[in-house]
């Protein structure tokens, strides 16, 4: 029967379209066909039907429904921009609900919100029992009369019993979007109270007791949504940051766990377990919970705690290339530029270190910090006027700067000028950090700079050996110190801190070069 029927239509299409047509039927033939493929691709979600709905327009100008259907397309895709050509559908609309409804939710993306509840009344006026249309209204209203919306919405509980719960929780949502926290918890209570498996406003009342404060009720209900069976990732995570903020560490660690088991990529369980392992000093598993949040490739935060994470491991390499793949992820964040700068000149590669640092002291004219690492680079690079001249306007921005001082008391020794300055400079730097090792060594060096080895000594002596062994440059100016005072033996002590058991000539010809 069926392939029957279908031949039959088959042969009158054929015979209809050998049939003479006039020019008029044959546009409007024509006009027919480009709408029915528009709306076939309406039906079927096609990219194309923007641009066939405009085809169909071109045959028929006039058509108000074509309009409003463009309209209603742009507001779909989210380009209100594109309707604009075609709003005027509205004048011919007259008594049709759905272009009022087409037309509100227009004035709604352009922040007409008169014009938009206007329009929506309208529509309702017209079609008073289309709920789809009274929706869309209540949802205009609950951003800007919640009272009017909560008047709806109550009318609509009491009318549709059976969704009554759903409707109460929407009403708790909107109380909470507009921080009116007792009603919200009204809302949500009768939600509960008419159906206590519903999840929603259980949910609702717990974000609620957290932006009122109240942790422990929070807590409940999460333990209670825990014991019902929805127990989701992020469930878990708001229970164990509950816990984080108890201070029970233990349980908070539970919970993260038992998120993280459900959604390895949850932000909130990786932050925290990742804080906790750091207070335990466990950084390989404190970079492992970073890597695995489903943010941490967009992050740079993440990716900077990474790199650290992997210093204090002593893994330099590896955090140097975290925070190289940052730099070329986001070379437009200060913070990734400057980290990115301070590994290159840790390295020695102070020319890159100082190019990537000009560019953002003129952007960031106040940043000290970006201003004295870039004086460092171009210390570097030993290009000492353009580094004295940095130095100077971080001094004149703020004289009690200690690294600055120290720097520039460094400089000057290093090129044996201005030593008197310089011990001034480094004096004032001991006076604001009293404990700092560095300044402790740079006075020595300035001390031994101007041929006082006695009184560089007695500072050299007061910096333990294991700083010594950290930082062999300074091991290196003890034995320059001791070596001028004849002192063979802790010469040698020092010596055995700077260079350890590798070839010794090679150390002192780097440190040479270094210091």
């Known amino acids: 029967m069926k392939r029957w029927i279908g031949l039959c239509i088959l042969s009158i299409s054929v015979y209809v379209g050998a049939l003479p047509l006039s020019t008029a039927s044959k546009q409007e033939a024509e006009a027919l066909n480009i709408f029915l493929q528009a709306a076939y691709a309406q039906r079927q979600a096609s990219p194309q039907r923007f641009a066939l709905l405009r085809k169909a327009l071109e045959k028929q100008p006039d058509s108000s429904y074509i309009k409003q259907q463009l309209v209603a397309e742009a507001l779909a895709v989210d380009v209100p921009a594109l309707a604009e050509p075609y709003i005027d559908f509205i004048e011919k609309s007259g008594d049709d609900a759905d272009a009022w409804s087409v037309y509100g939710a227009y004035q709604w993306t352009k922040d007409n919100v008169a014009e938009a509840v206007k329009a929506y009344e309208k529509a309702l006026e017209l079609e008073p029992d289309d709920e789809r249309i009274l929706l869309q209204y209540i949802t205009v209203l609950a951003t800007t009369d919640p009272q009017k919306a909560a008047q709806q919405l109550e009318e609509m509980a009491r009318s549709h019993t059976a969704y009554a719960p759903e409707i109460y929780s929407e009403m ?17 209570n009768k939600a509960v109270s008419l159906d206590e498996t519903m999840t929603q406003p259980r949910l609702g009342r717990a974000t609620v007791y957290e932006k009122t404060s109240q942790y422990f009720l929070m807590l409940h209900e999460l333990e209670e949504l825990e014991k019902m069976g929805y127990a989701t990732a992020q469930t878990l995570a708001q229970i164990g940051s509950v816990y984080v903020l108890v201070k029970d560490f233990p349980r908070a660690q539970q919970y993260f766990l038992k998120a993280k088991e459900r959604d390895n990529g949850n932000i909130a369980a990786g932050y925290f377990l990742s804080v906790l392992a750091e207070q335990q000093e ?24 990474v790199s650290y994470f992997q210093r204090k491991l002593n893994q330099p390499e590896e955090s140097f290339k975290t925070i190289s793949r940052a730099y070329e992820q986001f070379k437009d964040n200060h913070e990734i530029v400057y980290l990115y700068s301070v590994a290159l000149y840790e390295r020695g590669e102070y020319r890159k270190s100082v190019r990537l640092l000009a560019p953002l002291v003129e952007q960031l004219p106040d ?27 971080i001094l004149e921005q703020n004289p009690q700067n200690a690294p600055a001082l120290n720097l520039q008391a460094y400089s000057w020794a290093k090129r044996y000028t201005r030593l008197d300055e310089a011990a001034e400079y480094i004096a004032r730097a001991l006076s604001i950090w009293p404990q700092d090792n560095s300044f402790m060594d740079t006075q020595a060096w300035v001390f031994y700079k101007q041929g006082k080895y006695e009184a560089a000594a007695d500072i050299i002596r007061a910096i333990p050996d294991e700083v ?5 440059e300074i091991a290196y100016h003890a034995v320059l110190i001791f070596g001028a005072l004849k002192d063979k033996e802790t010469y040698k002590r020092y010596f055995a801190l700077a260079c350890g058991e590798q070839n010794q000539k090679h150390c002192l010809k780097e440190l040479g070069r270094i210091r």
Do not use: C, W
């Open 172 to 188: 708790g949502r909107m109380y909470l979007y507009h921080q009116n926290y007792p009603a919200a918890l009204e809302s949500f």
């Open 282 to 305: 466990d950084y390989v598993r404190a970079i492992g919970y970073i890597k695995d949040t489903s943010d941490y490739e967009q992050s740079p935060a993440k990716q900077i705690q």
């Open 367 to 393: 940043n000290q910090d970006v201003r004295l690492q870039y004086a460092y680079a171009l210390e570097g690079q030993k290009k000492y006027n353009a580094m004295d001249a940095q130095i100077a306007v």
């Open 468 to 472: 010594m062994q950290a930082n062999p």
